[in-house]
């Protein structure tokens, strides 16, 4: 019963924050000073022309009626018409987060398992030779802007080595050569599931250095956060006595410490899942990656407010909805966290 009434306790809190949300994006994005109607016409329409475009989004009528209006709309998944492509916002979400998601998965893959083996490794190994340039690493990938590490990439893996693509989701020629026929919409999961190897090939060819900038960041965090953790579990008594009784260092550390010390990393991991989504759109800007961050900073400069409202909810409704899950997770997972 406790486990139920502390899952509804959290849902209500989420739902309050949301719609702090919703209220917050909806009130800037009419204080701040433009013509929405105008935008959506063009600037050279006629007055009779941009009235008749602010009646048709609403934008004759008091604020309070406008909000209950946009949220009638919301609930009815419904998030506005984009001032730029004039197709419902909803739509480009729903073409571009594939394209975000697919890199964001292997981002936060990549970002876990280095993560865990750099934390728990340096813990293992504390004060040794190895010790120094495990952290190094871990606070170098904290401290590395995304911008600055992902040319930094270019210029290595592309310029100098030729190793890997500079930029884009496929080579141009690819769409011609060798299509990808649209199944889950996942560009590299598509080509594995219609064998198309060749475009496989040069799907994860493409992915890997924006992957490897979007993984940097959390991945320094979460090895930070497991070494903190293990090393604080590696001190408790059962650990000692698992040592007295001969067992291997590897299963102690990695069987019994890790596994101890991992709980408290879940919200770091699932809250750095949900940052990596609106913390893309660097990565998809220099990497000219097809995804929401691409759109989001389009729509910014275009001042696309229904765009712009639209992402900012998708990124408050992510991180609401993991940050519950984490909680969750960690109540049913450990019972030392309390249920109240």
Not at 2 to 11: D, H, W
Not at 205 to 233: D, K, N, Q, W, Y
Not at 244 to 265: E, S, V
Request: aromatic share 10%; hydrophobic share 55%.
């Amino acid at each position: 019963m406790r486990k139920a009434e502390f899952l509804i306790s959290r849902t209500g809190s989420a739902l309050v924050v949301l719609l702090g949300v919703s209220v917050v994006t909806f009130v800037l994005a009419r204080v701040i000073p433009t013509n929405l109607a105008a935008e959506y016409v063009g600037y050279h329409a006629r007055p009779a022309q941009i009235a008749r475009a602010a009646h048709q989004l609403g934008l004759d009528r008091s604020l309070p009626v406008q909000y209950l209006h946009y949220m009638n709309e919301i609930l009815h998944g419904n998030l506005g018409i984009s001032v730029s492509t004039k197709r419902p916002v909803l739509a480009d979400i729903a073409q571009r987060l594939p394209n975000t998601l697919e890199l964001l998965v292997l981002g936060m893959i990549i970002a876990v398992l280095a993560g865990i083996v750099l934390g728990a490794l340096s813990a293992r190994w504390r004060g040794r030779a190895v010790d120094g340039p495990l952290r190094s690493v871990s606070i170098l990938g904290v401290s590395f802007p995304a911008f600055w590490l992902g040319l930094m990439l270019q210029i290595v893996f592309f310029r100098m080595l030729d190793w890997l693509p500079l930029a884009g989701q496929s080579t141009t020629d690819l769409s011609f050569t060798n299509p990808i026929h649209p199944v889950t919409h996942f560009q590299i999961i598509d080509a594995a599931l219609t064998g198309n190897w060749i475009a496989f090939r040069d799907v994860a060819a493409h992915l890997v250095l924006p992957a490897v900038t979007l993984a940097a960041f959390p991945a320094g965090l979460i090895a930070r956060m497991i070494r903190a953790s293990m090393l604080e579990v590696l001190e408790h008594d059962y650990i000692r006595t698992a040592r007295a009784y001969g067992l291997p260092d590897r299963l102690i550390t990695f069987g019994y410490a890790l596994k101890n010390a991992i709980g408290p990393t879940l919200a770091v991991i699932g809250l750095s899942f949900a940052y990596a989504l609106t913390g893309s759109f660097f990565v998809e800007v220099i990497y000219d990656w097809p995804g929401l961050g691409q759109y989001t900073v389009n729509a910014l400069l275009a001042l696309d407010y229904p765009a712009i409202m639209g992402v900012t909810l998708l990124g408050a409704v992510s991180y609401i909805v993991i940050n519950l899950a984490v909680d969750v997770a960690q109540a049913w997972l450990d019972p030392r966290v309390s249920l109240a």
